[in-house]
C-alpha cells in the first residue's frame, strides 16, 4: 500500500464525487481531509454522513462554502446552514433515519442493490402502537 500526501489524495476526488465522511457532530471527522477538498475548492459533492456537524467544523465546513450538492444524512439539526441550503433549494438533502442509513452502507458494502425495512405506523413518542401479530410480512 502507497501512502500520499493529503493534498495529492484529494487531487484523485473530481468533482461531483460522492464521500461518505466518518464522525459524529464534527468528532472523529477527518478535518485535514475536509480542510483540503475546501482548499481545493472540490465542488458539487455528495455526502454520506451520519451529519453535517455545526458550521466551520467538519463537514460543516464543506457545506459553509458551498461544496455540498447533496447531503445523506440522519441528522442536519445541529447546522443552520444545511438547513437555509435546503430551504433555498442550493443543497438537495435526503434524511434517512439513522438505522436505515447504516443498513443501506451496510447493504451497498455486501454489493446488495436495496434494503426493505419496517416502517412504524402511528408512532407515539417512539413507541410501537402497531400490533406487530397483525403485520404481514412479506413471502420468503
Known amino acids: 500500500m502507497k501512502t500520499v500526501p493529503v493534498q495529492e489524495a484529494v487531487a484523485m476526488i ?4 460522492t464521500l ?5 457532530m464534527g468528532v472523529g471527522t477527518p478535518e485535514r481531509l475536509i ?8 465542488r458539487n459533492l455528495t455526502v454520506i454522513a451520519n451529519d453535517t456537524a455545526i458550521p466551520g467544523r467538519g463537514i460543516g465546513k464543506l457545506v459553509s462554502k458551498g461544496l ?5 444524512a440522519s441528522h442536519i ?12 433549494k442550493k443543497m438537495i438533502v435526503d434524511l434517512v433515519p439513522q438505522g ?22 402511528h408512532c407515539r413518542r417512539g413507541r410501537q402502537t402497531e400490533d406487530r401479530r397483525q403485520r404481514k ?3 420468503a
Open 137 to 139: 410480512e412479506l413471502p
Open 100 to 121: 436505515t442509513l447504516i443498513e443501506r452502507i451496510r447493504a451497498g458494502g455486501c454489493g446488495l442493490g436495496g434494503v426493505l425495512t419496517h416502517r412504524r405506523r
Open 14 to 17: 473530481p468533482e461531483g464525487a
Open 20 to 24: 461518505m465522511i466518518g464522525g459524529f
Open 68 to 72: 455540498v450538492s447533496r447531503t445523506i
Open 35 to 42: 480542510d483540503e477538498l475546501v482548499r481545493q475548492e472540490k
Open 77 to 88: 439539526g445541529l447546522n443552520p446552514e444545511t438547513q437555509k441550503q435546503m430551504i433555498d
